[in-house]
């Protein structure tokens, strides 16, 4: 990937610290998607003590999960403190009272301060499309898991948001909509990480607005900023804006405008290590035969 399109780290934690607030208002899209993960769930026979929420936002995902594994120790983590915050003081005096808070880190995901082989099931609801590769990632996320142990996540795919890059093209060249990286990518990046037999599938959906400004008070409302490193610095111009107006205004259909999300679904499991050496090598074992 160009590094013009390379996520700024920094400015996505001050992107979800300020949105904190105003997140779950806004955030309708990435709570059905949230339930739409979660119900696969439901095919899988899986009793998890240990589970990370690996992105877990105001903790909606966290929320779900504990409801649906009322005993197990469930870790929040996320990049912004201002979320985890947010997420903390939904628990209230009752959950303190009765221990049902979950731990909370605050922490990147490429970098994750578990142990290795410490978890059961590592879920990840549209967090590592504000990552610059999914490699670092994957690869922590099949260290911490323990072997037989499941990844969930979603993220978004590279038709996500398509109306509004296109209408901001013909504003001036650099990125306004940030890079997502394609299914098949992200697939491969799971083999490469040790991951078994990835599943992965995908599907689009299409959300309406009344204009433009709509839409980016939305994306503003969740934290959704472009962080490409290859952004403008400044503001957009009048006249740069109104051009990109006028080329979103071409997709209207019924009076609204749309915008497109292409939802990337999948998961995987870490597989339980062939018997081998320490050097890696597999051992192989020959036996005379038995004498007819």
Same mark, same amino acid.
């Given at each position: 990937?160009?590094?013009?399109?390379?996520?700024?780290?920094?400015? %996505?934690?001050?992107?979800?610290?300020?949105?904190?607030?105003?997140?779950?208002?806004?955030?309708?899209?990435?709570?059905?998607?949230?339930?739409? +993960?979660?119900?696969? $769930?439901?095919?899988?026979?899986?009793?998890?003590?240990?589970?990370?929420?690996?992105?877990?936002?105001?903790?909606?995902?966290?929320? =779900?999960? =504990?409801?649906?594994?009322?005993?197990?120790?469930?870790?929040?983590?996320?990049?912004? &403190?201002? +979320?985890?915050?947010?997420?903390?003081?939904?628990?209230?005096?009752?959950?303190?009272?009765?221990?049902?808070? @979950?731990?909370? %880190?605050?922490?990147?995901?490429?970098?994750?301060?578990?142990?290795?082989?410490?978890?059961? &099931?590592?879920?990840?609801?549209?967090?590592?499309?504000?990552? @610059?590769?999914?490699?670092?990632?994957?690869? *922590?996320?099949? =260290?911490?898991?323990?072997?037989?142990?499941?990844?969930?996540?979603?993220?978004?795919?590279?038709?996500?948001?398509? *109306?509004?890059?296109?209408?901001?093209? =013909?504003?001036?060249?650099?990125?306004? %909509? @940030?890079?997502?990286?394609? &299914?098949?990518?992200?697939?491969?990046?799971?083999?490469?990480?040790?991951?078994?037999?990835?599943?992965?599938? &995908? *599907?689009?959906?299409?959300?309406?607005?009344?204009?433009?400004?709509?839409?980016?008070?939305?994306?503003?409302?969740?934290?959704?900023? @472009?962080?490409?490193?290859?952004?403008?610095?400044?503001? $957009?111009?009048k006249s740069a804006f109104q051009r990109a107006e006028a080329m979103y205004e071409q997709l209207r259909r019924d009076g609204r405008l749309p915008a497109t999300f292409e939802v990337v679904y999948g998961h995987a499991w870490k597989p339980t290590p062939k018997p081998g050496r320490?050097?890696?090598?597999?051992?192989?074992?020959?036996?005379?035969?038995?004498?007819?």
């Open positions: 990937m160009s590094e013009a399109f390379h996520t700024d780290k920094a400015q %996505v934690r001050r992107s979800f610290d300020r949105a904190a607030a105003t997140y779950d208002g806004a955030a309708v899209l990435q709570r059905e998607v949230a339930d739409r +993960m979660l119900e696969r $769930l439901d095919l899988v026979k899986l009793a998890p003590t240990h589970v990370l929420d690996a992105g877990s936002g105001t903790g909606y995902v966290s929320s =779900r999960l =504990r409801e649906r594994y009322p005993d197990t120790r469930l870790i929040e983590l996320d990049l912004a &403190m201002g +979320m985890l915050k947010a997420s903390a003081a939904k628990a209230g005096w009752l959950g303190k009272l009765f221990g049902k808070r @979950n731990w909370q %880190v605050c922490a990147d995901l490429e970098s994750l301060p578990v142990a290795d082989g410490a978890l059961d &099931m590592v879920c990840s609801s549209l967090a590592i499309q504000w990552l @610059n590769e999914p490699d670092a990632a994957f690869a *922590e996320f099949h =260290r911490v898991l323990r072997p037989e142990g499941l990844l969930m996540f979603t993220t978004f795919g590279p038709d996500t948001l398509a *109306e509004l890059r296109q209408a901001f093209a =013909r504003a001036d060249d650099r990125p306004h %909509v @940030n890079q997502f990286i394609d &299914m098949h990518d992200l697939g491969d990046a799971l083999t490469r990480a040790g991951f078994a037999s990835p599943v992965m599938d &995908m *599907e689009k959906i299409v959300l309406t607005y009344d204009d433009i400004k709509a839409v980016m008070r939305d994306l503003k409302a969740i934290g959704a900023h @472009n962080v490409a490193l290859g952004r403008g610095k400044g503001l $957009l111009g320490a050097d890696g090598s597999q051992v192989i074992e020959f036996r005379p035969r038995s004498p007819r």
